[in-house]
């Protein structure tokens, strides 16, 4: 018979197997996979707190479109209102109006606009809430609520589904009378408190009840590293019916610092008690702070103000802090006062709710003992001589009250407040047809005003209390903290990929460029002849013209001996920003004595490259510098279960410059609900994306972030304990050894300088995001570098090279090539290697530097083929690759001569191979690859091959071997040497004894994280 029982998985499963068996001895094994959709959990809601939902049409989400939504609702007697107050946000823009009358705008969906009392507006009968709405980019939504107050009671009236919207709206649209019936119904986006929003800003305005805080008589003092306890009476005109939340705050100026919920508990009839307490950190600064009560259901007659608390600290204090980025065993490694440290840390959100330290507690209980908050210059630098230092003070001591023990990273965002910007409308950055509202970084008056800002607020941190908690700065700058040119797009909107048009046209730029080419050519006879020009003086240069950047005849290469000012001009865009980031650093380590890290936002050339009109091609320059200590960037499209996670900057080449990289982790998790691209929507998903990320910087002994960019993304017990474990694990790779691999995958920064936009189809293919992480499905551990470190002393030699852009080669970098090719070393080259050389632009100077020449395709191709061919070792058992060359416009093809050629590219070969006898070269015509034969190039080269499975992603070095999964199956892993499998989760041990191979199933999506064990 059937039967049925009850069954509870263990806590913080994603997965859970079990087995039923039946008296006769059958049984039926299986797994239940926890599923959670998107939005389905719900966090904690204040006690009082936003009525409606997030709304918007039911249209696929498009960027640079208007909505107009409009509501009816009835009021029987205006003059019985007391007092209607609106409040509202909107993802990005909106209009509100009332009856046809304008309330306001509001331009943010993390801080709503609040109107004043329009209760004059109101009319008898049918009234009309109208908002006109602009979505610039990404999710679109909106969010309404109108509070109206009568003597006996409040009424509210929310955005939700019976609203009406629509994409056109003629006129009288936002009046009563208005017939909306062919309008469509709201569709609710997002509820509350669900994200990608979360628990934004609430204002109640509902009917208070008037009272009195009895103030305590004296300041409470407090000495040292001890809890205040606080007990406020309160005098009310009307008795509770239940007890009700109120928050106690503590204020350090006109900021709070600290707070703590609390109820109202009712005394005696008109008397109410609040009791909480308050633990003060060691490291708070000795002063007044001002005890405030704030109560939705109150409203109190002589301010909310409850006393005072007098703090003194301790005198010990913290000891002095030196925090450093330095090889260990040939490792870099962030050492505090000298002991090595894992590097992971917490980034809090920085959309501007309240809710951002929430989640504190939660990461630091996980082991994650580093917390990076944000003090945005453009909000606390006030005026062109004043700082708001209680507003940054109000930043770190919120965070000091909630986890006092932690560890600081402090985040400056470089960019200009708006009044700056007011004043200095010439200092933008410009197109070539007008003014865009970013900051030029070539402005030297915004670098002296805002370094000697950055400089004022640095020297007031560092002389606090707290100083000895922070262990380094970090440089965002730019829109959206990074520092590269955006491209605007259609009205206002901020569209990134778009070729409509770029920067910079300043006058500082223009300023800055004819700098720049009298630093670089001394005199202007030695720039005449670089570009073949006869131009008077430096002070007579202009800028080329954007129609040059966009396009160059012949394909997307500039000769040097032709186009030479375009090629000083891109260089010299990239160079402004790293001045300046080289500025502030530079900046920091002064004023802090060389005893704080420094980062900075910089090294996605992965994810940028191509893109010279962003202007961020100076990680050469910063890699060099003493001043920088870390970089760091997110790695886009890759967070998804099956997809490999690969990092967008050249890792190797960080760790051979003695510094690190901080992987940004901001996920969209279940927790979030956002259900938006790379979402991960469910635990069993989050949880191994989570370690997916790890597995990778750990191997590559490199760093983590979990940043909270939307607050409460990880807010889930599942999700804290995967960040649990992975902080446990990292205290172990603190002392593994330096990865080892045999294959080098090598990118050239300087090369993009030589080609116009044209080359974004290429560099699309060859080198964003690594060809969507397939070098980590190659079954073979990579190393990832910049061309320049081939002229770095201790670059260490590979069995396998691969280049991707190769295309500038000068003396210097052939001499360092020829210096590698011996032991039978592999050569992998794509497109035009060493085209360009001291001498110009000249195709055989390929020939010269791969020893496979090569020809200009004439002919259109649409798309290029490999097969089989027994007589070329490492295509002899591949199967057929044929992918489109859609957008590639300037392709080259093999001519043979003593190469083997091979592949299809119309009616020519698209690929070479040739045996030097010290070294072997095999030339590709485009970036058209598969993991399945780069593994068996890899094969030929004599490469260590961990796995066969081109599904399976394998991240392997120092110490460990993560694997994540595409399909379910049985996986095999061939191990270097003999040795133990242990699972760095588990603990279980995955071979009964040592041995070089060992097989487990696993399913899709999964990962999994193993420790050698010799």
Not at 167 to 184: E, R, Y
Not at 604 to 631: C, M, P, Q, V
């Amino acid at each position: 018979m059937p039967a049925t029982f009850d069954f509870t998985p263990p806590p913080y499963t994603v997965k859970t197997v079990f087995t039923l068996e039946s008296e006769a001895g059958e049984s039926s094994a299986g797994f239940a996979n926890a599923a959670v959709k998107p939005g389905m959990l719900v966090r904690k809601m204040p006690q009082h707190y936003w009525k409606g939902c997030w709304i918007w049409d039911a249209a696929p989400v498009m960027a640079d479109v208007h909505l107009y939504l409009r509501h009816a609702f009835t009021v029987d007697d205006p003059a019985a209102v007391e007092e209607a107050r609106f409040q509202w946000l909107t993802d990005e823009i909106s209009e509100l109006f009332l009856n046809g009358k304008y309330i306001g705008k509001v331009t943010s969906w993390a801080r709503p606009t609040l109107s004043g009392n329009i209760k004059r507006y109101l009319r008898k009968g049918t009234n009309i809430i109208a908002a006109r709405a602009y979505n610039q980019a990404g999710a679109a939504a909106f969010l309404c609520e109108l509070t109206i107050n009568y003597g006996d009671r409040s009424d509210y009236v929310c955005s939700d589904i019976d609203w009406k919207v629509s994409s056109t709206a003629p006129d009288g649209w936002d009046l009563p009378g208005f017939d909306d019936t062919s309008w469509q119904q709201a569709t609710c986006k997002v509820l509350i408190p669900r994200n990608p929003y979360g628990l934004v800003p609430y204002t109640y305005f509902g009917r208070r009840q008037k009272a009195e805080i009895i103030r305590l008589a004296s300041p409470l003092r407090v000495h040292g590293e001890k809890k205040s306890d606080i007990t406020i009476m309160i005098k009310s005109e009307g008795n509770f019916a239940a007890e009700k939340e109120a928050t106690v705050a503590l204020y350090r100026g006109n900021y709070m610092v600290a707070s703590e919920k609390s109820l109202l508990k009712q005394r005696q009839p008109g008397l109410l008690c609040l009791s909480t307490a308050f633990s003060f950190p060691s490291d708070a600064d000795k002063g007044t702070y001002t005890v405030k009560v704030d109560s939705p259901v109150l409203e109190f007659r002589d301010g909310n103000v409850a006393g005072t608390i007098e703090y003194s600290p301790s005198p010990a204090g913290s000891e002095r802090m030196v925090a450093v980025i330095k090889p260990v065993n040939g490792v870099p490694r962030l050492l505090i006062n000298g002991k090595p440290t894992s590097f992971v840390t917490y980034r809090l959100g920085i959309d501007g709710r309240g809710d951002h330290t929430a989640y504190l507690n939660d990461f630091y209980n996980a082991g994650v003992r580093i917390i990076e908050l944000a003090i945005p210059l453009d909000r606390v630098w006030k005026s062109q001589d004043r700082i708001d230092y209680d507003m940054v003070d109000s930043i770190l001591d919120e965070v000091l009250f909630v986890v006092p023990k932690s560890r600081l990273i402090i985040s400056f965002s470089i960019y200009a407040p708006g009044w700056w910007k007011h004043l200095h409308k010439e200092e933008m950055t410009a197109f070539e047809d007008g003014v865009w509202p970013q900051v030029s970084y070539a402005s030297s008056l915004f670098l002296n005003d805002s370094e000697r800002a950055l400089g004022s607020i640095i020297k007031h941190i560092e002389n606090r209390q707290c100083a000895n908690r922070i262990i380094g700065y970090y440089l965002s700058g730019g829109e959206d903290g990074q520092w590269m040119l955006w491209v605007e797009g259609g009205s206002g909107a901020m569209v990134t990929r778009d070729k409509k048009r770029i920067s910079d046209y300043s006058k500082p730029m223009q300023e800055y460029f004819r700098n720049w080419l009298q630093r670089k050519y001394g005199d202007i006879g030695k720039l005449n002849c670089a570009w073949g020009a006869n131009i008077a003086d430096f002070r007579s240069v202009m800028l080329p013209g954007a129609s040059i950047r966009k396009s160059v005849d012949g394909g997307f290469f500039y000769d040097p001996k032709k186009q030479m000012n375009v090629i000083d001009f891109q260089q010299a865009l990239s160079d402004s920003i790293t001045d300046a980031i080289l500025r502030y650093s530079g900046l920091i380590k002064r004023l802090t004595e060389n005893r704080k890290t420094v980062g900075v936002y910089y090294g996605k050339i992965f994810t940028i490259g191509g893109h010279n009109e962003w202007a961020e091609f100076g990680f050469n320059r910063l890699l060099h510098s003493r001043e920088i200590d870390y970089f760091s960037g997110p790695s886009y499209f890759q967070r998804q279960p099956g997809r490999p996670h690969s990092s967008s900057a050249p890792l190797a080449s960080i760790a051979l410059h003695d510094k690190m990289y901080v992987d940004e982790a901001d996920l969209r998790t279940y927790a979030g609900g956002a259900g938006s691209w790379a979402y991960t929507g469910n635990p069993w998903d989050t949880v191994n994306t989570i370690r997916k990320i790890f597995a990778l910087n750990a191997v590559e002994n490199q760093a983590v972030r979990w940043f909270d960019i939307h607050p409460g993304e990880f807010a889930d017990s599942v999700i804290m304990h995967a960040v649990a474990d992975m902080s446990r694990i990292a205290t172990k790779t603190v002392k593994w050894p330096a990865k080892h691999a045999e294959v080098a995958v090598i990118v050239s920064e300087q090369s993009l300088t030589y080609t116009s936009m044209e080359a974004n189809d290429y560099m699309q293919r060859a080198v964003r995001n690594q060809w969507a992480g397939m070098f980590y499905r190659i079954g073979a551990p990579v190393d990832f570098y910049m061309l320049d470190d081939l002229r770095h002393s201790d670059f260490p030699e590979y069995k396998m090279y691969i280049f991707l852009n190769a295309w500038s080669i000068d003396a210097g970098l052939k001499s360092a090539l020829q210096r590698l090719q011996k032991n039978g070393s592999v050569f992998v080259w794509f497109h035009a290697p060493g085209i360009i050389s001291d001498e110009g632009l000249n195709v055989d100077n390929v020939d010269d530097v791969t020893g496979i020449g090569i020809k200009r395709l004439i002919d259109t191709v649409v798309k290029v083929q490999y097969s089989p061919q027994s007589d070329i070792p490492f295509l002899s058992q591949i199967k057929p690759v044929v992918s489109s060359l859609s957008g590639i416009n300037a392709l080259y093809y093999p001519v043979g001569g003593k190469a083997v050629t091979f592949g299809c590219l119309g009616s020519h070969a698209s690929g070479a191979f040739r045996d030097l006898g010290s070294w072997k070269s095999i030339y590709f015509s485009a970036p058209v690859m598969t993991p399945e034969l780069l593994r068996e190039i890899a094969k030929y080269a004599g490469c260590h091959i961990y796995s066969q499975d081109s599904d399976d992603m394998i991240y392997a070095g120092s110490g460990m071997i993560g694997i994540h999964t595409a399909a379910k199956g049985l996986k095999k892993i061939n191990l270097p040497v003999q040795c133990l499998l242990k699972d760095l989760i588990s603990g279980e041990i995955i071979n009964i004894k040592k041995s070089n191979g060992v097989e487990f199933p696993m399913d899709a999506g999964e990962t999994r994280l193993f420790e050698l064990v010799p």
